[in-house]
């Protein structure tokens, strides 16, 4: 039994326990707590001079399908379980208990956990797909009945684009797993890559003609189709821009710790799907002929929603779209198909989902005690809680990618990597990987400009009235914002750290 | 001839029949009747797994023994039982609605005639033969038109009955005269047989086979609910009993699907036919998914909701068998009918039990079951998950490998059709699931009490639901 | 001869077929369908079918048919009173109908070999009734039997939609 | 001149025909139920008239066909039965035997 | 203690003391200051030990971040001369700075953070200066800019300070985009973020020569960013709501000059792009005279300051765009860090007198009031301005006729620009020294004002040293060896002379007695538009576009992807329930039309 089962377990146990009738609140910390601290030593138990999977078990589950309940991790994965663990703990703690169903509430928190965690566990495609599913209901229910503002559109919005895009991108991985030769065919993600090493996958890639009344308007080949189902898939799970208004309408309506989870843990799972399933099989004369309009559309999150963000008018919206926003950075790191934007995009996975948690949970303190989170009616706030501002001052910064945070380091590598992406030599100059970049660091200033104006409207100018005698931060969200600021901090600093984990289970040719 | 007339289908038709007798010589309390019932084809049911009996003595080419005919007889067992256990629940409500002289008068047969309806689906899955095919599918039929008509005083049900017996008679026509053409132009009853005359059937034949072949595919879309032919589905689902509504969806369509796999499978092998066939099957399967998933969206009764989804759930099914070219077709339509029977039963079971306490079947008789009572709403819960397909749960893998067997044969437009009406799915669905968690609980409604029984049902169906979820092994195997 | 035999009984078979459909009394109706049964009885005699052609009047243009007449007269149906002409149903009933016989006339006309004559019958001395029944209880045993259960589950049935509530 | 299996054919496809326009005309279930057995009755017609014409190999009428029309109106009789008693159910319940007043459930 | 290691414990010393202050800071207000002020007085005389060590040039790197296939980036620092020059002109104005807050902050409140944004600054700006590459420079870039974001917004109650920290940020922000780019292209072009590598391969780059000039221009964007260039210098002025000792240390000694410090760092690369080093030059010629003309219609003490920081600070530009060396900009650096520190200082003790004043027109006659004050501020005025003649006179005068000299060599335009800057300067410093401390009072608090404590006049001594002589020729040669181009007319000289002179004069002419401006001239008083303009643009470019975003995405991409898909689906269900219409007559009807349809695709087609 791999103890990767444990982890997985653990919030299931939790929850369990919770609905069992035990207080639901210390059950879900102590399942959190403990699941971290499985986690941690499973980090130092990983054999790093042995490098891959580890910690690996398989039981047949569909053996005349090649699928096999596979756990197992490799330096990424224990970086993205690392993520999952640290923001369910936070986010476990910083939940603040609804009045009804609180036994539900932690509940539907710890199986996204769960979820998240299972995922990033499995080494199987199809298990790996299959508990991120798990995370869907525990949303829908936690926005549906815990969520605030316009919460039923939103958990409605949420639950049914997420299912449309997992849909397709299953059929995106059946067509993956059909593409192997007959005999061979499996779900486990070594397999697919070593038959994409032997060159085994696509060997037998069909042509397929679309036409119209004698105008043959598409051609495309099997390979391609695989692609842009996975892609597409993937990247509605993620909210690649056009099919991003999913995210920061749930987000804003979502109970923080909901929001802290889905953004910083669950949505990750498609870019690291991508990472796992995308980039390491398809050699480029399949995917390149799809950069440019995957690098419009990336764009189109970076520029753009950046530009939505700026208009927004309320914190939890800004936050949304602001999330929405650095994945466009994390698929411009994918889509340069190099080792370094690999590695950025692997790095700010990790970086965004510690620094938007932060935030998540900030912005659900914030409500929870004013009620509202319009720009308009907040004002001066660092006069009466000045740990809070100075909190969200840090989150903040980490978030728009100041030096010294995490997310600046993964940025950096995302903006080389993309900048050296497509350049056969280095001669040629601005091709649409550089055009790209340039608009992509202009991003840099947009996400500046938004923040700060959110930090100027909330926590600077003159302190409004009403918010005379608002309560300071209280001290156990406070030490969990703190924890994942520190965390952003130290892994700032010597990025080398999670570097080492990650960088071996990344390397491209 | 012991040995014939020990076949499975006997004893479920003896084990009637020694009901019958029971019902009318003794004046037992009709539970015990139907407790009997259970116990007996539970027993049956035990008996289907020892060593069957030697090939040969049933007459060739009639009677089938294969795999798949086992795996379905099982599963008529089942839904029978469950069946069973759901009018056990359902009695009470039933009783209102009969006109009897004395109490528990009709009851005995609302519990009997399940089995005989349970003897002819197994002849039918066995069925190689169009005139067994014929004869047994009658008698389901008979079967059926009394359940569903059965609660007289309920005008719902006799509009029901009414609504049934005459499309069912309606399609039994079209099945007849496409049987007569096809018997007529290939001189074979026996689906064997047919198949080893075809290669032979003169090219000019092929026209009118088309024609016999087509009006027989029109009665069994009748059976399966296929669109254009699911009319009567969502006013006859509604109208019936409950119990009977779940078992019409589940084994009246599982065994339709069995038919309409075994019948079409001879002509697959004249290509100019198995490629008309296939794309007939491609639009019936687009229609119908398109149909269901999209008419259920604005459905507010629970009954009609489960109706409009048995439509959606025939247009996956019918993908898979659209999919025939994939040699995966037939397992993953036979593991998706097993799903098909735990989620729909358990969602029934559910819907008896709130339907007895406040009397309505409509979704907002939900609201707040969450709260009244947990273990219905965690049931029905599990059941609307996997009835949407989410993994964990045998729906979401019924629809893997339905979606897998498309992509192997090539069927695209199928599979992408499929990915978003599950999206509309999990609307219709979800909606459920939001009336019990989300919705307030109406002022003073009283708590649900829940049997023991029932509460082992639940807990049984949803353990299955969830395990063959996650581990579908063994009953892939029995498929195969 | 047996062509116009055949043209006989056929012409009667419609028309009679037909005035079920136009007649509005159900009593006309029912009666119309029981000449029309006979007259297909007839055809079956024309097609050496003896026992089937019997059993077509004894059970369906006697039995079943006086079930039928028995009904209407308990029911005291009147004949269908005009509400309103369903101009929408005819037309839309009208289209099917003529698709269908176009559908019909296709296969039929399209089929290679079928106006041949008949052909004769090798054993003409062997019975029909004796074949049919060969064939129903040897070869088609099973089927039978299932006919049996049957025929049981419908009058169990009829039985329980009929009970009449005891006041 | 003895007629073909064509004219059989076509006669009962007419009264197949008939019987479904009937099924789609007519507004009384009894009716309704009679225009059925038309339909049923022209299946039976064209099965006796394949079976006379396509001899065996013995050069017999082929029975297979004259046995299903013989289970035909086997179930066709218990068909009846069990219809009219659904139809006398809901005429006690109703007092019409009309479908356009049998809307009850829609959409 | 080696010269390897001093560089480190430099550095990171006052981030130290920056998150000591952060945690315990706020209990005790002593123990913050005493926190900074040691570590600045720590990096103070390791500066100016290690300036007295001799230059070697030792590997000091370790990598930060470095992936399998090759990419690194280092961390290290470069301990040669040029750094070594700033790291004292930094760590000797920084501890006098931080001492003057104790006095100019006693009754603020924020005190620990206060002091904690100063020595986070110092942290920042010291890493500037060591960077030796690129990444590094821009990571302590950015770094410098959030720490002046948190001390212009020191006063974050006060909507225009917290408007200012915010502009300051993003301004910031829009240079070090370019700065990026141009990280980027020599990245692309060279392989390499590390300056001496760079600097390497540039010969090699020569064919490349319009890459070389964008990617230089777009390094030179941060410098625009940074040392307040046109067209990004509108920051700088509305930097000035921040504390006064933050300004005279962020925003005119040491900070802003970063942007020449980093391209002095940088010149061996420029020396070979004469097109980049163009418009270099153009940027910081047209800026100082903009500036200085901006600066004679500001009636803010500080604002005044402010314009003239910008005015200096495009000499340094322009130097670094004609001269032979980057001793020659970096001179004037030298100098100008001193006494425009100086001039600050005086502004913030002033500032303190008259109760927070800034308006000079409310001031006026201090000089008896405020001795030292006044002594200081003539010193520094002086100066600034550049007095002296023949081969005496005050510090700026050495530096900034350098530049003068060199630019006319250049381009006799920009020279001649360069020259009337120079009387610009003369005249509104003389304006400000004139209506400030002589003339006659115009407010109560100008008559009530008096000295400022003792701990805040000995900076300003201190200050007013350096002031005076930094730039004599043999404490030059100490830190600079520059060069006088040649062939220049002596001409220039008395032009010079003549300019301060008649600066001056106008100004005692103008300001002597004067209530109030008796000149008002809209253009300059309004600061050639550029705010509004920038205010117009932002309004209307990027909030609109914002605005219309959020529009669109609502409105146009949410109906597209999600409103018409959900509802029109629904819609086609709601419609074809309506099929199901209960007739049993219509149900056989579809029944009927199902099956015609189906057969004819089975047979017909």
Redesign the interface.
């Known amino acids: 039994m791999s103890p990767l089962l444990a982890l997985i377990l653990l919030p299931i146990a939790g929850a369990v326990f919770g609905l069992a009738g035990f207080p639901a609140r210390k059950a879900a910390i102590t399942a959190a707590a403990l699941n971290l601290v499985a986690c941690v030593a499973l980090l130092a138990s990983y054999q790093f001079d042995q490098g891959g999977f580890q910690f690996l078990s398989s039981c047949?589950?569909?053996?005349?399908?090649g699928i096999s309940?596979t756990l197992g991790a490799d330096g990424l994965s224990l970086g993205m379980l690392l993520l999952s663990t640290v923001v369910t703990l936070a986010a476990v703690c910083v939940a603040r208990a609804p009045q009804n169903?609180v036994h539900?509430f932690y509940a539907s928190l710890l199986f996204i956990s769960a979820g998240a965690i299972g995922a990033f566990a499995s080494v199987d495609a199809?298990f790996f797909?299959?508990?991120?599913?798990?995370a869907?209901?525990p949303t829908?229910?936690l926005i549906?009945?815990w969520g605030s503002g316009d919460r039923?559109a939103a958990a409605?919005k949420i639950?049914?684009?997420l299912?449309?895009g997992s849909?397709?991108l299953?059929?995106g991985l059946?067509?993956l797993?059909?593409s192997m030769p007959v005999g061979a065919r499996s779900f486990d993600m070594r397999a697919i890559a070593e038959h994409a090493q032997m060159g085994t996958l696509f060997a037998h890639d069909t042509v397929h003609s679309f036409s119209i009344f004698g105008f043959e308007y598409l051609s495309i080949t099997h390979a391609q189709?695989v692609y842009l189902l996975l892609f597409l898939g993937f990247g509605v799970l993620v909210s690649l821009f056009p099919f991003h208004t999913w995210a920061p309408q749930a987000y804003a309506s979502a109970p923080a710790p909901a929001a802290m989870l889905h953004a910083g843990v669950l949505k990750k799972f498609g870019l690291y799907g991508i990472i796992r399933l995308v980039t390491p099989i398809f050699p480029p004369h399949i995917a390149s002929p799809f950069n440019t309009l995957l690098l419009v559309l990336l764009l189109g999150n970076i520029l753009y929603v950046g530009l939505v963000t700026i208009s927004q008018r309320k914190l939890d919206l800004m936050l949304g779209y602001s999330s929405v926003m650095h994945m466009g950075y994390i698929f411009l790191g994918l889509v340069a198909w190099n080792q370094i934007g690999l590695n950025g995009a692997a790095f700010m996975l990790i970086a965004h989902g510690l620094s938007i948690a932060a935030l998540f949970a900030l912005s659900g303190e914030l409500r929870e005690r004013t009620g509202t989170l319009d720009f308009g009616e907040l004002g001066g706030l660092a006069k009466v809680v000045p740990t809070f501002g100075l909190l969200f001052g840090f989150a903040a910064m980490a978030s728009i990618g100041l030096p010294g945070f995490a997310n600046f380091a993964g940025e950096l590598m995302v903006f080389f990597g993309a900048f050296s992406a497509g350049v056969p030599s280095r001669d040629s100059f601005f091709n649409n990987f550089q055009i790209a970049t340039v608009i992509a660091v202009w991003g840099v200033v947009i996400s500046a400009v938004y923040m700060l104006r959110a930090y100027r409207r909330i926590f600077m100018g003159p302190l409004v009235d009403r918010w005379k005698s608002l309560a300071e931060i209280a001290p156990l969200p406070k030490l969990c914002v703190a924890g994942l600021i520190l965390l952003l901090l130290v892994v700032g600093f010597c990025p080398q750290l999670l570097l080492n984990l990650i960088s071996p289970a990344l390397i491209r040719p | 001839m012991t040995a014939f007339l020990l076949s499975p289908e006997f004893r479920v038709?003896f084990l009637g029949?020694f009901l019958?007798m029971l019902d009318s010589f003794t004046s037992a309390n009709k539970r015990y009747i139907a407790w009997a019932g259970i116990i007996g084809l539970v027993v049956l049911f035990g008996f289907s797994f020892l060593p069957g009996l030697p090939e040969g003595v049933?007459?060739a080419g009639?009677?089938l023994s294969d795999p798949t005919a086992i795996f379905f007889k099982r599963y008529m067992l089942l839904a029978t039982i469950l069946t069973i256990a759901l009018a056990l629940d359902y009695s009470r409500v039933y009783e209102e609605f009969?006109?009897?002289?004395?109490p528990g008068?009709?009851l005995g047969?609302?519990y009997?005639?399940p089995i005989?309806a349970c003897?002819?689906l197994m002849?039918l899955v066995s069925a190689a033969?169009?005139?067994?095919i014929?004869?047994?599918l009658?008698?389901v039929t008979?079967?059926f038109?009394?359940l569903v008509?059965?609660m007289?005083?309920n005008?719902?049900s006799?509009?029901?009955?009414?609504?049934y017996?005459?499309?069912g008679?309606?399609?039994?026509?079209?099945l007849?005269?496409g049987?007569?053409?096809v018997?007529?132009?290939t001189?074979q009853?026996s689906l064997e047989g047919i198949r080893g005359v075809l290669p032979i059937v003169?090219q000019?034949?092929q026209?009118?086979l088309?024609?016999g072949?087509?009006?027989v595919?029109?009665a069994l879309?009748?059976k399966v609910a296929a669109?254009?032919?699911q009319?009567?589905v969502?006013?006859v689902y509604?109208?019936a009993p409950t119990p009977v509504t779940a078992y019409l969806s589940v084994a009246s369509k599982a065994a339709g699907f069995v038919v309409l796999m075994r019948v079409i499978e001879p002509f697959l092998i004249v290509p100019g036919l198995e490629q008309?066939?296939v794309?007939?099957l491609t639009?019936?399967a687009a229609l119908t998914l398109i149909?269901g998933?999209?008419?259920?969206?604005?459905?507010i009764n629970f009954k009609?909701l489960l109706a409009y989804s048995s439509i959606a759930h025939a247009g996956y099914l019918l993908v898979g068998v659209a999919s025939v070219g994939a040699d995966?077709s037939g397992p993953a339509v036979g593991f998706y009918l097993g799903g098909y029977l735990l989620m729909t039963f358990l969602a029934f079971l559910v819907l008896v039990h709130v339907g007895r306490v406040t009397g309505g079947d409509d979704i907002s008789d939900f609201n707040g079951l969450?709260r009244r009572s947990p273990v219905l709403a965690l049931g029905l819960?599990i059941a609307m998950?996997s009835l949407?397909?989410?993994?964990?749960t045998v729906g979401?893998?019924g629809k893997?490998?339905i979606?897998?067997a498309a992509?192997?044969s090539h069927q695209?437009l199928l599979?992408?059709l499929?990915?978003?009406t599950?999206?509309?799915?999990?609307?219709y669905y979800?909606k459920v699931?939001?009336a019990m968690?989300?919705q307030p609980v109406v002022a003073d409604a009283p708590d649900i009490a829940v049997p023991a029984f029932t509460k082992l049902l639940i807990a049984l169906l949803s353990a299955a639901i969830i395990i063959f979820g996650?581990?579908?092994?063994p009953l892939?195997a029995m498929l195969? | 001869m047996q062509l116009v035999l055949f043209w006989i009984f056929a012409i009667l078979m419609l028309a009679f077929g037909l005035g079920v459909v136009f007649l509005r009394n159900p009593v006309s109706s029912a009666l119309s369908l029981v000449m029309s049964f006979v007259a297909l009885a007839a055809l079956f005699i024309t097609l050496d079918a003896f026992f089937i052609g019997i059993i077509q009047i004894l059970v369906y243009a006697g039995a079943v048919m006086v079930l039928f007449l028995f009904i209407i007269m308990l029911l005291d149906l009147r004949s269908e009173q005009t509400r309103r002409l369903n101009l929408a149903a005819w037309t839309g009933g009208g289209l099917v109908v003529a698709g269908f016989l176009g559908?019909?006339a296709?296969?039929?006309f399209?089929?290679?070999?079928f106006d041949f004559e008949k052909p004769p019958i090798s054993r003409p001395e062997i019975s029909d009734v004796a074949m049919v029944g060969w064939t129903l209880f040897h070869?088609?045993?099973?089927?039978f039997q299932?006919?049996g259960?049957?025929l049981?589950?419908?009058t169990?049935?009829v039985?329980?939609?009929s009970?009449?509530?005891?006041k | 001149m003895t007629p073909t299996l064509a004219h059989y054919l076509i006669v009962s496809g007419v009264l197949?025909t008939i019987?479904?326009a009937g099924?789609m005309l007519r507004r009384n279930?009894i009716i309704?139920?009679m225009c059925?057995e038309l339909?049923?009755n022209?299946?039976n017609l064209?099965?006796v008239?394949?079976?006379r014409y396509?001899l065996?190999m013995e050069g017999m009428p082929?029975y297979?066909?004259q046995?299903?029309v013989f289970?035909?109106i086997t179930?066709a009789a218990?068909?009846v039965a069990?219809?009219l008693a659904?139809?006398v159910?809901?005429f006690?319940?109703?007092q019409t035997t009309h479908?356009e007043d049998?809307d009850?459930?829609?959409f | 203690m080696n010269a390897a290691t001093v560089p480190w414990i430099i550095l990171f010393t006052p981030l130290i003391a920056a998150v000591v202050i952060l945690f315990f800071g706020k209990y005790s207000k002593p123990f913050s200051a005493g926190v900074a002020i040691g570590a600045a007085l720590i990096c103070g005389f390791l500066s100016w030990w290690l300036f007295g060590q001799p230059d070697a040039t030792v590997a000091n790197s370790f990598s930060w971040l470095s992936l399998p296939g090759g990419f690194t980036i280092p961390i290290g620092v470069t301990v040669d001369h040029l750094s070594k020059v700033m790291l004292v002109v930094v760590n000797t104005i920084a501890p006098i700075v931080f001492i003057y807050s104790l006095g100019y902050m006693a009754h603020e409140e924020g005190y620990w953070r206060y002091f904690a944004g100063l020595s986070l600054f110092l942290f920042s700006m010291l890493g500037i200066v060591l960077a030796d590459n690129f990444l590094m420079m821009f990571i302590f870039w950015e770094l410098v800019g959030v720490s002046s974001y948190i001390l212009i917004g020191h006063y974050y109650s006060k909507d225009s300070a917290a408007d200012a920290s915010k502009q300051a940020f993003l301004v910031n922000r829009i240079g070090d985009f370019g700065f990026m780019l141009g990280i980027l292209t020599f990245w692309g072009l060279t392989g390499s973020v590390v300056f001496s590598e760079i600097f390497q391969k540039i010969p090699a780059l020569e064919t490349h020569g319009l890459y070389l000039a964008i990617a230089c221009v777009l390094i030179f964007c941060g410098t625009v960013g940074k040392s307040a260039q046109l067209p990004l210098h509108v920051w700088l002025p509305n930097s000035m709501e921040g504390p006064t000792p933050v300004s005279s240390l962020l925003h005119a000694a040491t900070m802003v000059a970063a942007g020449v410090y980093m391209l002095a760092r940088f010149f061996p690369v420029l020396e070979h792009v004469p097109d980049a080093r163009l418009v270099i030059a153009w940027v910081g010629g047209i800026t100082c005279l903009a500036a200085g003309l901006m600066a004679t219609q500001q009636n803010d003490i500080k604002r005044i300051l402010a314009y003239s920081t910008i005015s200096q600070l495009g000499y340094m530009v322009l130097g670094v765009g004609v001269a032979e060396t980057w001793d020659v900009p970096m001179f004037h650096l030298f100098t100008h860090a001193f006494f425009k520190c100086l001039l600050f200082l005086c502004a913030g003790s002033v500032i303190v007198s008259m109760h927070h004043e800034q308006d000079i027109w409310k001031m006026g006659a201090l000089k008896n009031k405020m001795p030292f004050t006044f002594l200081c501020t003539i010193a520094g005025t002086l100066a600034l301005t550049g007095f002296g003649f023949g081969s005496f006179g005050f510090s700026g005068f050495y530096s900034k006729d350098l530049i003068i000299l060199w630019a006319l060599a250049k381009s006799p335009f920009l020279g001649w620009i360069a020259v009337l800057t120079a009387g610009l300067t003369a005249f509104y410093m003389f304006r400000l020294l004139i209506v400030v401390f002589l003339s006659i009072p115009r407010s109560e608090e100008a008559k009530k004002a008096h000295e400022s404590p003792l701990i805040m006049v000995i900076p300003l001594i201190l200050l007013a040293l350096p002031a005076i002589g930094a730039g004599w020729p043999f404490i030059e040669h100490i830190f600079f060896k520059t060069t006088e181009p040649t062939d220049v007319p002596h001409i220039v000289h008395f032009a010079l002379l003549a300019m301060f002179l008649g600066g001056a004069g106008l100004a005692w002419a103008l300001y002597a007695r004067a209530v109030k401006d008796p000149v008002f001239i809209p253009l300059f008083a309004n600061r050639l538009y550029i705010d509004y303009l920038y205010t117009w643009i932002v309004k209307v470019f990027h909030d609109g576009l914002a605005w219309l975003a959020g529009w669109a995405d609502r409105w146009i991409v949410d109906l597209f992807v999600a409103q018409i898909p959900s509802k029109l689906?629904?819609a086609?269900?709601?419609v074809?329930?309506f099929?199901?219409i209960?007739n049993?007559q219509?149900?056989?009807f579809?029944?009927g039309?199902?099956?015609v349809?189906?057969?004819y695709?089975?047979?017909a087609?």
């Open positions: 047949p589950a569909l053996p005349s399908l309940f169903n539900w199809f797909y299959m508990f991120h599913e798990l869907l209901i829908f229910l549906g009945i039923q409605w639950t049914v684009y299912a449309f849909f397709v299953l059929i059946i067509g797993y059909l189709v | 038709v029949i019958l049933f007459p009639f009677y009969i006109p009897a002289g004395r008068a009709g047969e609302f009997i005639l005989f003897a002819g002849w033969d169009f005139i067994m014929f004869v047994s009658e008698l008979m079967c038109y009394v008509a059965s007289r005083k005008l719902l006799l509009e029901a009955g009414v609504k017996l005459i499309l008679a309606l399609s039994t026509g079209f007849v005269y049987i007569t053409w018997i007529g132009l001189g009853t003169p000019g034949y026209v009118a088309m024609f072949l087509g009006l595919l029109v879309g009748f669109v254009p032919f009319f009567w969502p006013d509604q109208g008309k066939i794309s007939v639009v019936l149909y998933n999209l008419a259920a969206l604005p459905q009609r995966a969450g819960l998950l949407a397909g989410l993994p964990f979401f893998l893997f490998l979606f897998e992509m192997q695209y599979v992408v499929g990915a978003v599950v999206a509309c799915g999990f609307y979800l699931v939001r968690y989300w996650i581990y579908p092994q892939l195969r | 559908l019909l296709k296969v039929i399209t089929l290679p070999g070869k088609f045993n099973l089927p299932i006919i259960v049957l049981l589950v419908a169990v049935g039985v329980l939609l009970k009449r509530e005891l | 197949f019987g479904l099924v279930i309704i139920f059925l339909m049923l022209a299946a064209s099965l008239a394949f079976s396509n065996s082929n297979n066909g046995v299903l289970f035909i179930v218990a068909e069990v219809g659904i139809i159910a809901l006690r319940a109703r479908v049998l009850r459930m829609k | 689906t629904w086609c269900g709601y074809m329930r099929l199901q209960g049993i219509a149900y056989a579809f029944f039309a199902g099956v349809g189906l057969i695709l089975l047979i087609r």
